[in-house]
């Protein structure tokens, strides 16, 4: 009966894992509890496994989430800069001075 519950994988691994804790310390000198114990370690190896799984899948959870910040923090900046050149050119080309600057031919332009 333990078996049956401690293998079937519809239960919880927390629960089959309590389930078969109770069952060997209540039965510890049964004639099943060297069975139960090597399912005990059975499952606890499964825990342990998926414990490892969730922590991996946290760290990449993680770094996605790091990875998205890092890009939204660039378009930000990309923003940023993007208002300033054009704040910087507005306030520019409302100045009498940088329009003559502006149109004045450089002296190192090709000639024909």
């Known amino acids: ?14 629960e089959r894992i309590q389930k ?3 069952y060997l310390r209540d039965n510890i000198s049964g004639p099943y509890a ?12 499964q825990r342990q496994m998926s414990v490892k799984q969730r922590q991996i899948e946290a760290r990449k959870q993680e ?10 923090r660039r378009a930000q ?4 800069a993007a208002q300033l050149r054009n704040d910087l050119t507005r306030q520019l080309s409302s100045s009498s001075r ?8 450089s002296a190192t ?4």
Do not use: C, H, K, W
Not at 1 to 14: E, K
Not at 63 to 72: H, S, T, V, Y
């Open 34 to 45: 060297s069975d139960a114990q090597e399912l005990m370690s059975q499952l606890e190896s």
């Open 109 to 112: 332009a090709p000639r024909d």
């Open 77 to 80: 900046q990309q923003q940023q």
């Open 1 to 14: 009966m333990i078996q049956t519950y401690a293998t079937n994988s519809s239960y919880g691994l927390f």
């Open 20 to 22: 078969l804790d109770r």
């Open 63 to 72: 770094e996605q989430a790091r990875i998205q910040r890092e890009r939204e």
């Open 98 to 105: 940088y329009r003559s600057i502006a149109t004045v031919p």
